[in-house]
């Protein structure tokens, strides 16, 4: 069975551009090459030249070496043999426990909403709603959390499923060390770097924001 590639999320570092070439779903800054879109990582190996070298009979100079192309590809598809191509699009809802990758759309003082766009390693073809409740943001001293210091409009997410919920949203919980906020956007609108359990900070800028910040695996 192959390995399921890692998923990506836009503007998340995923090479040197002095290593990689950068493929569809990705661009450079910076002298690095980032996700544009959210799906699986891609990596392409250089082509190999064809045929046997031919015998030098000056010095010339050394050829630039081929790199492998690095990408991110837009649908997960998988082998079925009752579909054309023999392939067809993954098909998967979230279930309780199931680790979840999502997008913050709005936040209140009592909750964040947000659009669940991966699950697993699968992204989904259409999005989920669900919500983080304040006393699902941390394990501790929950009398103490607040939604605006832990979730930002736009943050990604990691959370995992801890109820079906209501009709329209899944609920959702951030309480393990390894959940949490992966990536955010200063209010100048740069990415930035978390710099403890509970702050992100603007590179440019130098200000800190408050976050629950995911622990890094």
């Not at 503007?11 to 002095?18: D, H, N, T, Y």
């Not at 002298?31 to 046997?52: D, E, K, R, V, W």
Request: aromatic share 6%; glycine share 8%.
């Amino acid at each position: 069975m192959a390995e399921t590639p890692p998923i990506a999320v836009p503007g998340q570092l995923l090479a040197s551009a002095s290593e990689y070439l950068p493929g569809p779903g990705t661009h450079i800054h910076t002298s690095n090459i980032y996700a544009s879109i959210l799906g699986p990582i891609l990596t392409t190996a250089p082509p190999q030249p064809a045929g046997p070298k031919k015998r030098l009979t000056k010095i010339l100079p050394a050829a630039p070496v081929a790199q492998p192309t690095i990408s991110i590809v837009r649908n997960l598809l998988t082998p079925s043999s009752g579909e054309e191509g023999g392939k067809k699009k993954v098909d998967i809802l979230p279930e309780v426990n199931s680790t979840v990758l999502c997008k913050v759309t709005r936040i209140t003082t009592r909750q964040a909403h947000v659009s669940i766009l991966v699950v697993g390693e699968t992204v989904l073809d259409g999005e989920w709603q669900g919500l983080i409740r304040v006393q699902d943001v941390r394990a501790t001293e929950k009398d103490k959390v607040k939604i605006f210091e832990s979730f930002r409009p736009g943050d990604i997410v990691r959370a995992v499923v801890i109820s079906l919920g209501d009709q329209s949203n899944y609920y959702l919980s951030t309480a393990s060390n390894s959940l949490g906020v992966i990536m955010a956007t200063s209010e100048a609108g740069n990415t930035m770097y978390p710099v403890s359990w509970k702050e992100y900070r603007d590179p440019e800028t130098g200000v800190s924001e408050r976050r629950k910040v995911a622990k890094p695996f």
